[in-house]
């Protein structure tokens, strides 16, 4: 079928889904309407789909107005979410498996049940009280996918301390900024990670980023993942597992008010150095576990496998949290799409007999291009649904998605969501939403997306704009941590009154919602966020670099590459030499995925009389698309825009 509009396709509802789906079309309908005439009835109902140890009286309490933001849900009821992920689960589910863990290497696996979870949590947690963590304090994890990962951010929550993970793939700058930006006396990591078959050096990118902190750091608990060696810091570095030896295998979880933070996530914008985002404690759990069961359908017995790294936000709500609080079992994969061969996905979805599968774009789209025979020799018999998330997924790839890995049975959600949102907001529900490829579709329960113009006035109707949500939702980040004015100013203050999302969005004839991507200066490369300005920081910090401007250009895999224009120093001269130091040079600072794909050498860059550089115009010559350029008569010098055009770089 095809939408009458656009000619897009349209996909229906399989018949057994609008039977067996928790949402099917009439009861999304009603729930939708309901999360808006009464919102707090609506989420009054769904707090209690958590444990409470005081019960919350209040419901929400939030405000986007200027001088007063703030988000309060839940504010006086108090819970703790490691005792809600594992505690209140073990009447019924000791013995079930909470985490099946898939390591790197193929004939490496384990499961854990939730009785072992208990135990592990417990003692992590004890081993933290150990090293002197208390409610309150912020606890830094740059670990590996190993359980290890899972027991740390539980054992934070379970004594109220708030965990800030920082992705492996960080290098020691990077990580040393984290560490310095919340303060954390104590940091987690492993001897070494262990990816597509080769080692990451995380116990020295772990030491490197203490020393450029200045030594704040007491305690670094280091995992034992491979048994690499290590240098070793005395009356600092502990190894975990002696540790554990110590302490017993109980704790008792804190009572946390709904409001406390749970944790920091550091992410990107279109300004400065990365934001230390903040989730709550009661209202993030709501969300998190009622998206995790609507979104994907979740049922008893089900085998749930989001690829993600517990390092991003999909890793916190989507592998961890949001599972874990639904009792869940949830498949944590320490290892790459590709290897060892491009069948790995599939192998691992046949081997743990694996229902419903999330993943990103970026992974889609590689493994497409090795055709369709590494997913057809599997059997993919147990999948049911497929997920997407992370950056717009163009129609031929959900498509193949569809047909290839799903054989037609299978719907897709593709949900938008961002890590200021902790969790799901525009959305496909399986057994409701009939599916247009390329279409996050609408939004979720108490979620009221509007799109605005440059000066911010809602459009109708079918219209394209800039994406804001109006309404507060549970899971929505508190403030930046120690930095609620950079809060109000990032995320509020562009269209006063509303949340401002950063991404453009059109709306079609049907109401359905497709996001367009970035409209500020934030790049999405494989899905993961990367802002323009910290790739040209980190450029200008390089002795031969005198000027840089970054902007995003398609990448038939990545969704967006990193293209950088840069200003020499006077004396220097452009060479390959230089533009691979260049690259090596930001893969070192930021790390790998800030690698810059396209390093084009140009003598001027195109400034306003003012100086202020025009990205537009750097952005269009990147995409190639230098006819439309539009008015470059306001350029202080617009011959640099003949020289940039002529020495393009290309991606082919
Ligand atoms: C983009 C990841 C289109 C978007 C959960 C957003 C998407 C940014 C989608 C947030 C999607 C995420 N369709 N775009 N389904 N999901 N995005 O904070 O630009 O890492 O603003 O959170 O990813 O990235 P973040």
Redesign the pocket.
């Known amino acids: 079928m095809t939408d009458g509009n656009s000619g897009v396709s349209v996909y229906d509802v399989p018949a057994e889904w609008s039977k067996r789906a928790w949402i099917d079309d009439a009861k999304y309908r009603e729930m939708y309407a309901r999360s808006l005439s009464d919102p707090d009835g609506f989420w009054a109902e769904q707090g209690k789909r958590i444990d409470w140890m005081k019960p919350f009286s209040k419901v929400s309490n939030c405000s986007f107005e200027p001088g007063n933001i703030s988000i309060k849900w839940f504010e006086d009821g108090t819970t703790n979410v490691a005792w809600n992920c594992i505690d209140r689960h073990l009447p019924k589910r000791a013995n079930q498996v909470a985490i099946i863990w898939e390591g790197d290497d193929p004939n490496e696996s384990k499961e854990i049940t939730y009785a072992e979870l208990a135990r592990e949590v417990a003692t992590f947690a004890n081993v933290l009280k150990a090293h002197g963590v208390k409610k309150g304090d912020t606890v830094t994890v740059y670990l590996p996918m190993i359980p290890e990962a899972a027991y740390a951010m539980l054992a934070c929550a379970r004594i109220g301390a708030i965990h800030s993970v920082v992705f492996g793939g960080f290098s020691p700058d990077s990580l040393a900024g984290r560490i310095e930006g919340c303060g954390s006396k104590v940091v987690i990591t492993a001897d070494e990670g262990l990816r597509g078959g080769r080692k990451v050096a995380l116990k020295s990118n772990a030491d490197e980023a203490i020393r450029k902190t200045g030594d704040t750091v007491k305690s670094l608990i280091v995992v034992k993942r491979t048994g690499g060696s290590v240098a070793w810091n005395a009356g600092r570095d502990v190894w975990y597992h002696e540790e554990t030896a110590k302490v017993s295998a109980t704790c008792l979880p804190a009572e946390m008010k709904a409001e406390d933070p749970l944790f920091i996530l550091y992410?990107s914008g279109s300004t400065g150095a990365p934001k230390g985002v903040v989730h709550s404690t009661g209202g993030y759990l709501v969300f998190a576990s009622m998206t995790h069961q609507y979104v994907f359908d979740y049922h008893d017995g089900d085998i749930y496998w989001c690829t993600a790294d517990v390092g991003?936000?999909?890793g916190h709500s989507y592998i961890l949290y949001g599972p874990l609080a639904n009792g869940a079992t949830t498949l944590m994969f320490e290892g790459v799409p590709n290897y060892p061969d491009n069948s790995r996905f599939w192998s691992v979805i046949d081997k743990h007999k694996v229902n419903i599968f999330y993943t990103a774009p970026t992974a889609i789209r590689a493994l497409m291009q090795s055709g369709d025979a590494p997913v057809k020799k599997t059997s993919r018999a147990s999948l049911r649904l497929l997920g997407?998330?992370?950056?717009?997924?163009n129609p031929e790839a959900w498509e193949w998605y569809h047909r290839v890995v799903g054989e037609d049975r299978c719907p897709i959600v593709?949900?938008?969501?961002?890590?200021?949102t902790g969790g799901i907001l525009?959305t496909p529900l399986p057994g409701a939403t009939k599916l247009k490829p390329g279409s996050?579709t609408q939004p979720f329960f108490g979620v009221v997306p509007e799109i605005v113009d440059a000066e911010g006035k809602m459009l109708e109707g079918a219209t394209e704009g800039n994406l804001c949500i109006t309404k507060s939702w549970p899971g929505q980040m508190r403030t930046v941590y120690g930095d609620h004015a950079r809060f109000e100013q990032t995320y509020f203050s562009t269209y006063k009154g509303k949340y401002f999302?950063?991404?453009g969005c059109r709306r079609d004839a049907d109401g359905y919602y497709w996001?367009t991507?970035?409209v500020d200066d934030?790049i999405?490369v494989s899905?993961?966020?990367m802002g323009t300005a910290e790739v040209e920081s980190s450029l200008v910090a390089h002795p031969a670099v005198s000027e840089a401007a970054v902007v995003g250009y398609p990448h038939d895999i990545k969704g967006q590459g990193i293209y950088a224009y840069v200003t020499l120093m006077q004396g220097q001269e452009p060479s390959e030499a230089l533009r691979k130091e260049l690259i090596a040079w930001v893969r070192k600072d930021i790390g790998p995925i800030a690698s810059p794909d396209l390093i084009q050498f140009a003598p001027g860059l195109p400034k306003t009389r003012s100086g202020k550089i025009m990205r537009r115009i750097l952005r269009k010559i990147a995409e190639d698309e230098p006819s439309s350029l539009g008015d470059t008569s306001t350029l202080a010098d617009p011959a640099v825009v003949d020289d940039l055009v002529r020495n393009r770089q290309n991606n082919k």
Do not use: K, L
């Open positions: 992410t991003w936000v999909t997407s998330v992370g950056e717009p997924i593709d949900t938008w969501w961002q890590t200021e525009i996050a999302t950063g991404d996001i991507g970035r934030v999405n899905g993961h966020r």
